[in-house]
T-cell receptor
Framework: GENVEQHPSTLSVQEGDSAVIKCTYS??????FPWYKQELGKRPQLIID?????GEKKDQRIAVTLNKTAKHFSLHITETQPEDSAVYFC???????????FGTGTRLTIIP | ETGVTQTPRHLVMGMTNKKSLKCEQH?????MYWYKQSAKKPLELMFV???????ENNSVPSRFSPECPNSSHLFLHLHTLQPEDSALYLC?????????????FGSGTRLTVV
């Protein structure tokens, strides 16, 4: 089955700087890669996703890049703000696979 | 609310109790999921239901018993749990079990087994 590894487990960034979280996956058939943000005491929420026919996707301050050959994808957050502090989870799913496999999460702290 | 409602939000139960967790989605989605979230562990998939049919049981102990009476409701029946079962139990739904759609999660039930 699919195995997703996520790094780093914790990340502290000065407000205004950029943050990058990386994930690798094992199943070359996986073709859908969402990212979820979970604030303290709240539910995980989808913030951005990318499919395998696209190498990069951007939505305001967040972007995701995908390297299918290397089987890794990354979340980039620019101009970080205190409200970006949360745990971020990456995930991978193959078409018709009926489930997402999640990474272990990254706790991002933005330092004012 | 995002359209996926879980009750109760918090539950404390003894190891000999029987209780049920409830999940309801108002999004017209066709797939529903139970995940277990423990500290410092990835989200663990427990069960997948597609159009009310269970399509995955991820080696979950029999003390957890799911039920999906229709595409809008999902239950997790609990009996004779162990302290290590204490965790946040998240329900999620998606538009389709295939085709790679994102999940909408509920707020979870924080379960404590004493």
């Amino acid at each position: 089955g699919e195995n997703v590894e996520q790094h780093p487990s914790t990340l502290s960034v000065q407000e205004g700087d950029s943050a990058v979280i990386k994930c690798t996956y094992s199943d070359s058939a996986s073709n859908y890669f969402p990212w979820y943000k979970q604030e303290l005491g709240k539910r995980p929420q989808l913030i951005i996703d990318i499919r395998s026919n696209v190498g990069e996707k951007k939505d305001q301050r967040i972007a995701v890049t995908l390297n299918k050959t290397a089987k890794h994808f990354s979340l980039h957050i620019t101009e970080t703000q205190p409200e970006d502090s949360a745990v971020y989870f990456c995930a991978a799913e193959g078409f018709g696979n009926e489930k997402l496999t999640f990474g272990t999460g990254t706790r991002l702290t933005i330092i004012p | 609310e995002t359209g996926v409602t879980q009750t109760p939000r918090h539950l404390v139960m003894g190891m000999t109790n029987k209780k049920s967790l409830k999940c309801e989605q108002h999004l017209g989605h066709n797939a529903m999921y139970w995940y277990k979230q423990s500290a410092k562990k990835p989200l663990e998939l427990m069960f997948v239901y597609s159009l009310e049919e269970r399509v995955e049981n991820n080696s979950v102990p029999s003390r957890f018993s799911p039920e999906c009476p229709n595409s809008s409701h999902l239950f997790l029946h609990l009996h004779t749990l162990q302290p290590e079962d204490s965790a946040l139990y998240l329900c999620a739904s998606s538009q389709s079990p295939t085709g790679n759609y994102g999940y909408t999660f509920g707020s979870g039930t924080r379960l404590t087994v004493v």
